[in-house]
């Protein structure tokens, strides 16, 4: 069955004039006439059959059709240029593969190690991108994901790399007004604390608190962050107490400038795992890929001396 899909020169058309909202600019960009991006907007919307911009005394706005149009198909015109880009550079030679990754743990504990891989495996490019949820993998480009959470996610073969141990951390002047020995105190005294919160895990306090036997009135109170870099840099500047894996803040806890504020930890009953597509789990590259991150984590739990 013939697909329904528009023609390409229309669709680019489109998303330069989108993108400008001035068939002159997306004219000047794809170094064409403008006569000639008024047709191709033209027979896109008589192959729609709707209306895509709005025609003003002062140019062009995008319906509210084209505007929710203009958002998938930029998307998509920028997924085939990264394919084809990729294609080009690497003529057909090698495999790609598209990492869905949680920011701090990859920027952090992936990232340092990622060179053994690419040392080992030269045919093979790995692209990473932020993702701090679950999504739809048919939704998207990737092939996996290196995800924080349970393992229950539908179509997906769960890797198990390891857990969370989190403990408080805050600076060292924040420290000062806790113990004036700058040693780490109780975790009642944690609880007279700014706590900052992470976005994602909305009661890794309370765990903490409880898993410590204390009752915290405000451990659901506190600014929110999305990222651990965020909650570290918080913290370095006095704002509160963070709940952070040490993993994430080596270089932090080794200068001085984040202290352990109490060394009570609590392992969080979620767990980083690599997430990998039924359909995709025969993958050579992503198999390779796999083996490595799986040996890694095998690693690093048995130097931690974790799970």
Known sequence: MRRKIPNTGALVAFEAAARHESFTKAAE?????????????????SYLGLPLFRRTRRGVKLTEA?????????ARLEAVEQDTLSIMAHQGRSATLELAVVPTFATQWLMPRLASFIAGHADITVNLTTRTRAFLFADTQF?????????????????YLMRENVVPVCS????????????????DAIATLPLLQQGTRPYAWRHWFESAGVQAANDL?????ELFSMLAQAARHDIGVALIPPMMIEDELASGRLVVACTHTYASSNAYYFMVPEQKAGM???????EWLNDQAVQYRAAAGTD
Do not use: N
Request: hydrophobic content about 35%; charged content about 15%; overall charge positive.
């Open 29 to 45: 960009d794809l170094a064409m006439t403008q006569s000639a991006v008024c047709r191709q907007i033209s027979s896109l919307e």
């Open 143 to 159: 092939d996996a994901a290196i995800y924080f959470g349970d393992a229950h996610w539908p179509g997906t073969e769960a890797h």
């Open 284 to 290: 050579p590259a992503l198999q390779s890929f796999s």
């Open 221 to 225: 109170a506190g600014p929110r962050y």
């Open 66 to 74: 084209g505007l929710a149009y203009s958002r998938q198909v930029s």
């Open 172 to 187: 060292p002047r924040l420290m000062q007004t806790l113990s004036k020995s700058g040693k780490p105190v109780s975790p």
